[in-house]
T-cell receptor
Framework: NAGVTQTPKFQVLKTGQSMTLQCAQD?????MSWYRQDPGMGLRLIHY???????DQGEVPNGYNVSRSTTEDFPLRLLSAAPSQTSVYFC???????????????FGQGTRLTVV | QQPVQSPQAVILREGEDAVINCSSS?????VHWYRQKHGEAPIFLMI?????EQKGHDKISASFNEKKQQSSLYLTASQLSYSGTYFC???????????FGAGTILRVKS
């Protein structure tokens, strides 16, 4: 059972380049989300999804796009990379129970992105 | 909208106790607690639902006071393995999304 798999683990981009961070889970979780982690800022929510075809913005969505065509995959796209997007990115997934509460979130191992 | 955690950092000796607090300006439906070791992904500790319940396993427990919109994580008789960054995550009723605080760095020394 792989859980949540993120690729790549490390990436260096030049300013203005675009790329897609991949996230896949094999637990049939409805809820998937992307966070970025910066020193002293904790985990900040970028985008999230409660099922295939349904996405919504989190706290820091600017400069990022998402789509969810299947239950398993939730890719994060950087449209035009900027140095301010240098961060560690985590994907997480969980079940959603009655009332909209998330159960235990499982995190991927993270992608360390540097934009130069 | 991020919950506020306090303290930002705490240093303990083995065997000492610690309390980490998490508060929100919005009404909460659930509170999650996670621990992250350096260079690793966050790992789930526990979830608390509104109703003022207290949960725990081993020497780590937590409480949730929805009237005060606060939760506290209690670590008793701390061990070296407790070192890491602790995050609280908050969920609003019917809100689905999970929003985390800035974290509390806990270091346990021998």
């Amino acid at each position: 059972n792989a859980g949540v798999t993120q690729t790549p683990k490390f990436q260096v981009l030049k300013t203005g380049q675009s790329m897609t961070l991949q996230c896949a889970q094999d637990m049939n979780h409805e809820y998937m989300s992307w966070y970025r982690q910066d020193p002293g800022m904790g985990l900040r929510l970028i985008h999230y999804s409660v099922g295939a075809g349904i996405t919504d913005q989190g706290e820091v969505p600017n400069g990022y796009n998402v789509s969810r065509s299947t239950t398993e995959d939730f890719p994060l796209r950087l449209l035009s990379a900027a140095p301010s997007q240098t961060s560690v990115y985590f994907c997480a997934s969980s079940y959603v129970v009655f009332g909209g509460m998330n159960t235990e979130a499982f995190f991927g191992q993270g992608t360390r992105l540097t934009v130069v | 909208q991020q919950p506020v955690q306090s303290p930002q950092a705490v240093i303990l000796r083995e065997g000492e106790d610690a309390v980490i607090n998490c508060s929100s300006s919005k009404a909460l439906y659930s509170v999650h607690w996670y621990r992250q070791k350096h260079g690793e992904a966050p790992i789930f500790l526990m979830i608390l639902l509104k109703g003022g319940e207290q949960k725990g396993h081993d020497k780590i427990s937590a409480s949730f006071n929805e009237k005060k919109q606060q939760s506290s994580l209690y670590l008793t008789a701390s061990q070296l393995s407790y070192s890491g960054t602790y995050f609280c995550g908050t969920g609003m009723e019917y809100g689905n999304k999970l929003v985390f605080g800035a974290g509390t760095i806990l270091r346990v020394k021998s």
